[in-house]
């Protein structure tokens, strides 16, 4: 705190502006394909660059903190929280968000399981519960009740009640123990 009463003069260093880091430029490999990114501050989420400077807006933006797992995303196969990982640090690793999951034309199992149950409001969580839905059932085809709420647990949404989004959970795993 400066003392209004003291003669002597303000400390240089104190007066010295922080420097601004010098915009960096990287390549990300999302969904199969390689994607430049120009000019980006280094400090930005891979949820960021995604969103606003690649134009993928799959990833949804809620909390940026790590809470609420709008912006999960397989980063070399594992699921992330997307906000919670600096893009500059996602050179070299394989980025798979919900854009490469499927799509209008093909969507995947577990979205159609989403749709013919209902379990879709709002949607603004449904690309994260879908991802974690997929890396579940991938790692555990036959996960049982307690396995799925624990799975979706860090999946916050806050219009379905979580009924029908447990109910299309049961119906991907019915329909693929059918398939085989
Ligand atoms: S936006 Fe990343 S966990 Fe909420
Ligand atoms: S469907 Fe609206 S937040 Fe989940």
Redesign the pocket.
Not at 120 to 126: L, P, S
Not at 156 to 160: E, H, Y
């Given at each position: 705190m400066t003392d209004a009463n003291d003669p002597s003069p303000p400390d240089p260093s104190l007066e010295e502006p922080v420097p601004v880091p010098e915009p960096e430029a990287y390549e990300l490999d999302v969904n199969g394909r390689s994607h430049s990114v120009p000019s980006a501050w280094i400090g930005e989420s891979l949820l960021y660059v995604l969103r606003e400077r690649l134009g993928l807006p799959g990833a949804k933006n809620a909390c940026e903190q790590g809470e609420c797992g709008s912006c999960s995303l397989f980063l070399d196969g594992v699921l992330v929280n997307s906000c919670c990982v600096l893009a500059a640090d996602a050179t070299d690793a394989d980025i798979r968000t919900i854009e490469g999951l499927g799509g209008e034309e093909e969507l995947t199992d577990v979205q159609q399981a989403f749709l013919d149950t209902g379990a879709?409001?709002?949607?603004?969580?449904?690309p994260g519960?879908i991802t974690t839905v997929h890396d579940l059932l991938d790692r555990e085809p036959a996960a049982d009740d307690l396995q799925v709420r624990e799975a979706i647990s860090g999946n916050?949404?806050?219009?379905?009640g979580y009924g029908r989004i447990l109910q299309a959970v049961e119906e991907v795993k019915s329909r693929r123990e059918a398939a085989r």
């Open positions: 879709v409001q709002c949607g603004f969580c449904i519960l916050l949404c806050r219009c379905t």
